[in-house]
């Protein structure tokens, strides 16, 4: 559904370089500074980079069709269905959004990420569904964690079933009121929507291959 106005906030706190969403009172605060070193220093532009990441938030927190539609009317944003997704997700999206930008900009350009998943998987210790959503206190630590699982796997999901079936998932998920019970039973939630586009590509991509 559509989404009200997002009102940005340009709030300086010295050195500190981020930037949040606030899906509740319908605003993003971003931080002027960039960062000097890190992966979030990877950018041609910061103000585009931390821009993008959180606006792709807002779409996402905020987004509702249906009877999430009708919650938000009575409850506001944050009754919107993106608010009861696990954190790989909510970041993830994100960090593939401000990827896509330029091949000199995002985490998924800037070489950490790909470093860490290949000593991973050369380990034999790439982390399962469950880590990922829990987060663990161990490598590569959970902020890094949600954000390099969630974002590569975006990634993949856009080279294997192509880039429109991204808004197709996350639209069903917003127009559902099984989404809200993705935390408690992900099985009825964001993986029936998932099984809905996805399942839906995969068969059509099996179909025109000849298997």
Do not use: M
């Not at 931080?31 to 779409?59: I, K, M």
């Not at 409850?75 to 970041?91: D, H, K, R, V």
């Not at 009825?188 to 068969?203: H, I, N, P």
């Amino acid at each position: 559904g559509r989404t009200r106005r997002v009102t940005i906030v340009i709030q300086d706190l010295g050195i500190e370089s981020n930037g949040l969403t606030d899906s509740a009172f319908h605003r993003i605060l971003l931080f002027p500074t960039a960062p000097g070193t890190g992966d979030l220093s990877f950018h041609e532009s910061w103000w585009r980079l931390v821009g993008v990441h959180e606006y792709s938030h807002w779409q996402h927190l905020s987004a509702r069709g249906g009877l999430p539609g009708l919650a938000v009317a009575l409850a506001g944003t944050w009754a919107a269905p993106g608010n009861a997704t696990p954190s790989w997700l909510t970041e993830g999206i994100c960090v593939y959004a401000e990827s896509g930008l330029s091949s000199l900009e995002g985490r998924l350009n800037e070489g950490t990420y790909e470093a860490i998943l290949a000593s991973l998987a050369r380990a034999g210790r790439l982390p399962g569904l469950v880590e990922a959503t829990f987060q663990p206190l161990g490598f590569p630590g959970a902020g890094t964690s949600v954000r390099l699982l969630g974002g590569s796997f975006f990634a993949y999901l856009v080279r294997t079933y192509g880039p429109e079936a991204l808004p197709r998932f996350f639209g069903h998920f917003a127009s559902s009121g099984w989404s809200y019970v993705s935390p408690l039973v992900p099985w009825v939630g964001v993986d029936r929507s998932a099984r809905k586009v996805f399942g839906e590509k995969a068969r059509r991509l099996r179909s025109l291959g000849g298997s």
